[in-house]
């Protein structure tokens, strides 16, 4: 039986070059000229992946 990548993952996890997964944030497509400029900073950076999340993460990347 083969093994598939489910494709949401994909999508949206970028690995970094250490192997820890990262991604994007929330509240940074739309409307922003009604978010302060200290909200749209913090959002600017992908977000790192927890330890338990990573795993979850892994079973569902299985070629990486």
Do not use: C
Request: overall charge positive; glycine content about 8%.
């Amino acid at each position: 039986m083969t093994l598939k990548t489910r494709s949401w993952v994909k999508k949206r996890v970028k690995v970094t070059w250490k192997g820890k997964f990262k991604l994007g944030k929330a509240w940074k497509k739309h409307l922003l000229s009604d978010k302060s400029k200290k909200s749209k900073g913090r959002n600017k950076y992908g977000l790192i992946v927890s330890g338990t999340e990573s795993k979850k993460i892994k079973q569902q990347l299985p070629h990486m």
